[in-house]
């Protein structure tokens, strides 16, 4: 059989754009980064587990959040501007019992959910990276941590004491199913593609940290704190309803695997209130890897309560 020429150029064609826009990923992460990023905010002022521990001692703190802000800069691990409007609410609980002098078990356990608009990415000078829209989402995240707590140095009762926490974490990622238009500039070639991404997605972590109390007379305390979260994969995406998919990109959601917080709290010991004093000066530090730009404003308020030195 002889071979029809106008298959073989056609066939020809398809494999020399391949060649020319080789598949990549693209970075499809931007929403649940905000959500991460309102649980990294939230550790700057954490709801802490208790500071001295005796035989039967217990404290839970819980902590209401509600949040406004944006991602807006560059993002030199994806190539591209990224830009997103984000509100949302969550918030924090911990609770610590001592089962013996100096030693004692935590849970902390934390969420945040965002609504996200105004989504875009796009490529910097010089990148070869895709434009992305994404239509407005949903995006939520959630981390457990259980582990003990070892009280190494000082006393409550004399106004000082520095317990250290440790445990792993198990985190969740979702985003409801929106609506991705790629524009893929490689190559020299423009090719588009259209189509829904989700995540639904558990990631194993660690969690640990370090605090302390400073009696400020009979009424006050100055708590310094310490406490990162470290997950140890990414979450991958699911793609649906594709209605056009030209470029052989894989789609990828690279979340900000590391974050944590540092300050200084104020507590007010007869109603176990706390208030954060240094939040708004690391607010910027909160991002281990700094790569989500993430910047807005917290609300929060700490109570406490329980059998524990205050």
Do not use: C
């Not at 609504?115 to 992305?132: R, V």
């Amino acid at each position: 059989m002889t071979p029809n020429p106008r298959r073989l150029r056609r066939a020809l064609a398809a494999v020399l754009l391949a060649a020319a826009v080789p598949a990549s990923a693209v970075e499809l992460g931007t929403p649940i980064n905000g959500a991460v990023s309102a649980n990294a905010k939230m550790l700057t002022n954490p709801p802490l587990p208790m500071i001295d521990y005796k035989p039967g001692a217990y404290k839970v703190a819980v902590e209401p959040d509600y949040f406004v802000g944006r991602i807006d800069g560059d993002n030199a691990d994806s190539g591209s501007h990224d830009h997103a409007d984000l509100k949302g609410a969550g918030g924090a609980v911990s609770a610590s019992w001592a089962f013996a002098d100096r030693w004692g078990v935590y849970a902390y356990g934390m969420g945040s959910a965002v609504d996200a608009s105004n989504i875009t990415k796009t490529p910097l000078a010089g990148s070869q990276h895709e434009t992305a829209a994404f239509g407005n989402t949903h995006a939520s995240f959630e981390a457990l941590s259980v582990g003990i707590v070892r009280q190494f140095f000082g006393d409550g009762d004399d106004g000082f004491a520095l317990p250290v926490f440790l445990g792993p974490m198990i985190a969740h990622v979702s985003m409801a199913p929106t609506h991705v238009v790629l524009d893929n500039y490689a190559g020299g070639v423009t090719q588009h593609d259209d189509y829904d991404v989700s995540v639904d997605q558990f990631l194993p972590g660690v969690m640990g940290g370090v605090e302390s109390s400073f009696d400020v007379g009979r009424s006050f305390a100055l708590q310094p704190f310490a406490l990162v979260a470290v997950m140890a994969k990414q979450p991958a995406p699911n793609i649906t309803n594709v209605r056009v998919q030209q470029s052989q990109d894989v789609p990828q959601t690279t979340i900000t695997h590391g974050y944590g917080g540092f300050g200084l709290d104020a507590v007010y010991r007869p109603w176990g209130v706390s208030v954060n004093l240094t939040a708004p000066l690391f607010d910027h530090l909160v991002n281990i890897n700094g790569a989500t730009n993430f910047s807005g404003s917290l609300f929060s308020v700490s109570w406490a309560f329980g059998r524990y030195v205050r």
